[in-house]
């Protein structure tokens, strides 16, 4: 279950230029750009142009080419950051238990070292 699309969130500010954001690529389905508390060497948000709160919404809602778009973006935005050799981690929190703080979907991408193993 999701929240309905709420406008005012920082991330559609972003999509909008309202405020501005340290932008590493855009297309016509994603915009990435890094993250404002980096909790990494290399730590880049991806995000879907659409309006979709999470990944919930977005799986649920959005076309093959809004989706297949964003996934293609989220391995090209990793490869131009030169992360596809050494490896990174991709992180989507959704929902409350997931702690998922901006309500436009958005996929972490983390890299430049290593990182523990997953736990839940
Ligand atoms: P979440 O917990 O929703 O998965 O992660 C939200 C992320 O957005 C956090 O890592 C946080 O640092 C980042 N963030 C929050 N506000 C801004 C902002 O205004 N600009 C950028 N670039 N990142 C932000």
């Known amino acids: 279950a999701s929240l ?6 920082i991330f559609a ?3 909008r230029g309202e405020i ?3 932008k590493v690529y855009e297309d016509a389905y ?3 750009f890094h993250d404002i508390a980096p909790q990494a060497p290399v730590h880049l948000l991806v995000i879907p142009k659409g309006r979709y709160v999470s990944w919930d919404d977005f799986s649920a809602k959005a076309s093959d080419a809004e989706i297949g778009g964003f ?4 391995g090209q935005v990793a490869r131009e950051a030169g992360l596809a050799g050494d490896g990174y981690r991709l992180l989507a929190n959704m929902g409350e238990h997931g702690h998922q ?3 436009h979907l ?9 990182f523990l193993a ?3």
């Open 101 to 103: 703080e901006v309500p």
């Open 4 to 9: 309905p699309y709420d406008d005012a969130n």
């Open 106 to 114: 958005h996929v972490h991408i983390f890299g430049g070292r290593q």
């Open 20 to 22: 501005p954001a340290k």
């Open 30 to 32: 994603a915009l990435a």
């Open 13 to 15: 500010r972003i999509l």
């Open 71 to 74: 996934v293609r973006a989220v």
């Open 118 to 120: 997953m736990l839940p």
